[in-house]
């Protein structure tokens, strides 16, 4: 029956969030307004003093192990960095794992969380992160919808072509589903794509 299409499965103390596609511009405004909080409080520092903000943006395509039935799911995902003085700063994503789907299974993930950027080695920017949110889940034959919380611990690197492109070679991350409907649903990937440098003040 149809009329099951647009009902989440969420139920036992499930999140009651129906995040859609238009989940990713809250999600870009609080990584900015947490990465500019900081610098913003005080007086304007000579710029010799001033640690800088750097705001990147970029996109990836990834493929996904999900747990569900041990499908292999493939989509586009898009990103923004956002970092104040220091290795620390926020990385918010969005993805949408549609592609290669069979029964027409596929999941959509809204996250954001702290990025740790580690010393460059040469060219190479080595980081790792902790993201929260939550994942759309469609069930086969669009029989129904479940939202429900996600949390990805990954790690990646870029490399550096020049001050305002990087690659993103490899983006590796796990995402655990832990109140999703028939139990926790492991799912986890690895994401390649590019990283544009949009303003920085340092």
């Not at 990834?62 to 799911?73: D, E, F, P």
């Not at 926020?90 to 702290?114: C, K, M, Q, S």
């Not at 649903?185 to 990283?195: A, H, K, Q």
Request: glycine share 12%; net charge positive.
């Amino acid at each position: 029956m149809k009329s099951f299409h647009s009902v989440n499965l969420v139920r036992g103390g499930k999140l009651d969030i129906r995040w859609r596609r238009n989940a990713v511009l809250p999600l870009v405004l609080l990584a900015l307004f947490i990465a500019l909080a900081k610098p913003a409080v005080g007086q304007v520092k000579e710029s010799a003093e001033a640690g800088g903000v750097m705001l990147s943006a970029g996109g990836t395509f990834s493929g996904y192990y999900v747990g569900y039935g041990q499908r292999t799911l493939l989509g586009p995902a898009v990103f923004v960095d956002a970092t104040s003085r220091g290795p620390l700063g926020i990385e918010a994503e969005a993805r949408w794992l549609n592609f290669n789907e069979t029964a027409g299974v596929h999941d959509e993930t809204y996250l954001a969380g702290p990025r740790f950027a580690f010393k460059e080695l040469g060219r190479f920017q080595p980081y790792a992160k902790v993201l929260f949110g939550v994942g759309q889940f469609t069930f086969p034959y669009n029989y129904a919808n479940g939202t429900y919380f996600v949390v990805a611990p990954g790690a990646g690197c870029d490399f550096r072509v020049n001050r305002r492109i990087y690659l993103r070679l490899a983006d590796f991350e796990y995402q655990d589903w832990p109140q999703f409907t028939y139990g926790a649903l492991p799912s986890y990937g690895i994401s390649s794509g590019v990283r544009i440098r949009l303003f920085s003040s340092r």
